[in-house]
């Protein structure tokens, strides 16, 4: 059964999203930092464990905690480093993804999208179980950078930066 939520959820990602985010041109460059709480106990992910964890196959941190997967909204330039640089999809793409996985029981939900990167920062600080995607200039020291396949953002051979 369908809450009410959920169905309006589930009508707008079948909908595929505001359609203004496949027209938006990418607009960063730099590194796109994957930031967890500071309690996290997960220090660095390769790019295919990544992609799994923001695809909703994982749904749990080693420590037990629920993963909760937050992006800035979509047609937002760091949204869209998102889509490119971990899902390798266009925002209809991930919908479509979720809304199966969700129907099929093998993800809780989409990723919560927020407004700003500043925003996904806060909401990383504040859950422990979050992890995000943001520009590495948009990092503070209240969150943990993970390492991806054993590089930090800005390193030569980082895989997640866009040109």
């Known amino acids: 059964m369908v809450t009410a939520p959920a169905g309006a959820l589930l009508l707008y990602m079948m909908a595929g999203g505001p359609p203004a985010a496949a027209q938006e041109p990418l607009r960063l460059a730099g590194p796109m930092a994957i930031v967890v709480h500071r309690s996290n106990p997960v220090e660095e992910l390769s790019l295919a464990e990544l992609r799994s964890l923001f695809l909703g196959e994982?749904?749990?941190w080693p420590n037990g905690r629920r993963i909760t997967l937050v992006l800035p909204e979509p047609g937002a330039p760091e949204g869209e480093a998102a889509l490119k640089l971990i899902y390798r999809?266009?925002?209809?793409?991930?919908?479509?993804?979720?809304?199966?996985a969700v129907y099929r029981g093998q993800a809780v939900g989409p990723p919560k999208r927020l407004a700003s990167a500043d925003r996904v920062v806060r909401f990383v600080f504040n859950v422990p179980?979050?992890?995000?995607?943001?520009?590495?200039q948009d990092?503070?020291?209240?969150?943990?950078?993970?390492?991806?396949?054993?590089?930090?953002?800005?390193?030569?051979?980082?895989?997640?930066?866009?040109?």
């Open 89 to 100: 999809m266009t925002e209809a793409e991930l919908n479509h993804h979720f809304l199966r």
């Open 139 to 163: 990092v503070d020291d209240s969150v943990k950078v993970l390492r991806v396949e054993g590089r930090p953002p800005g390193e030569p051979g980082y895989p997640l930066r866009l040109p």
């Open 58 to 60: 994982r749904q749990r």
């Open 129 to 136: 179980g979050a992890i995000g995607c943001v520009p590495m």
